[in-house]
């Protein structure tokens, strides 16, 4: 079992920053097998993938390239999402996800709120 805690979400205005952070508690030692990913939803939409870093490769959705930075820190048990030249439609629910490569189950946090004022 894996327990992912998100933090660093807040309100900011349209062109600031945040970074996001990935806990990981539980069977840590298998962390390293997993992929991990940020997501998010807004109101009323579908949950999206943001960005996914796996076997040391990134991946990030069209909309948020050159804006967004995923990393993980595995000494720490801990994933980032640097988050710059923040949007309105970036507002939504932060989630970041742990995949187990071997069955696909995945884990996910609780979540983050972002919020960007205009």
């Known amino acids: 079992q894996v327990q992912l805690v998100e933090s660093g979400g807040g309100l900011v205005q349209a062109g600031g920053s945040l970074r996001l952070s990935c806990s990981a508690s539980?069977?840590?030692?298998?962390?390293?097998?997993?992929?991990l990913g940020w997501y998010r939803q807004a109101p009323g939409k579908q949950r999206e993938l943001v960005a996914e870093?796996?076997?040391?490769?990134?991946n990030y959705a069209d909309s948020v390239k050159g804006r967004f930075t995923i990393s993980r820190d595995n000494a720490k048990n801990t994933m980032y999402l640097q988050l710059n030249s923040l949007k309105p439609e970036d507002t939504a629910v932060y989630y970041c996800s742990a995949k187990r490569m071997w069955d696909g189950y995945s884990y996910w946090g609780q979540g983050t709120q972002v919020t960007v004022s205009s």
């Open positions: 870093i796996s076997g040391g490769r990134t």
């Open positions: 539980g069977s840590t030692n298998l962390i390293n097998f997993m992929g």
